[in-house]
């Protein structure tokens, strides 16, 4: 069974910072990976999409990585700002069903 | 372009009571489904559907029904709610491909009491 991880649960930076957070999954057999934001009370925001082939995607201040082998994604956030303040969700599309499967999240405050 | 568009926004129920939560998509996205996020347990799939007709289970999907009978629709049904389906609702839809990405509903809070 798919099991996907976030780490660390919650993250406080003050503004400016560079900042990594961490997805690792425990079947690599994966169509692609996604990343989302979710602010309160509010619905998911798609912020960027890695297929399978892909080693990492690029918006902006973003960057993800994926690295199917090693079951792990990251998502790199350059220069943090105060807007930057949400709960970022990772999510894989396994490959047998095409369902998504989410992490519990991490929860990020930039401080200014 | 609406995108996936849920009602309500907001739901207070008694126990037993039934309703349906609406989820509508005009980007004809063949795959649609449900989640429920609930504090600790992330997002949970409860049903999801990969084309019209066509509809299945997922994680959680004890007290919820389904049904596709459009593209652009995806009802969730709660046939007689219980205060353990207190939680926020989310649908999501994509293209039946795996290299595009899904797009998510503003959500529905439902209360049951």
């Known amino acids: 069974k798919q099991e996907v991880t976030q780490i660390p649960a919650a993250l406080s930076v003050p503004e400016g910072e560079n900042l990594v957070l961490n997805c690792s999954f425990t079947d690599s057999a994966i169509y692609n990976l996604q990343w989302f934001r979710q602010d309160p009370g509010k619905g998911l925001t798609s912020l960027l999409l890695i297929q399978s082939s892909q080693r990492e995607q690029t918006s902006g201040r973003l960057n993800a990585s994926l690295d199917k082998s090693s079951g792990r994604s990251t998502l790199y956030i350059a220069a943090s700002q105060p807007g930057d303040s949400a709960t970022y969700l990772c999510a894989v599309i396994a490959s047998n069903t095409g369902k998504l499967i989410f992490g519990q999240g991490t929860t990020l405050q930039v401080k200014p | 372009n609406a995108g996936v568009t849920q009602t309500p926004k907001f739901q207070v129920l008694k126990t037993g009571q039934s309703m349906t939560l609406q989820c509508a998509q005009d980007?004809?996205?063949?795959?649609m489904s449900w989640y429920r996020q609930d504090p600790g347990m992330g997002l949970r799939l409860i049903h999801y559907s990969v084309g019209a007709g066509i509809t299945d289970q997922g994680e959680v999907p004890n007290g919820y029904n389904v049904s596709r009978s459009t593209t652009e629709d995806f009802p969730l049904r709660l046939l007689s709610a219980a205060p353990s389906q207190t939680s926020v609702y989310f649908c999501?839809?994509?293209?039946?491909?795996?290299?595009?990405?899904?797009?998510f509903g503003q959500g529905t809070r439902l209360t049951v009491v």
């Open positions: 999501a839809s994509s293209y039946w491909s795996a290299n595009t990405e899904a797009f």
């Open positions: 980007m004809n996205h063949e795959y």
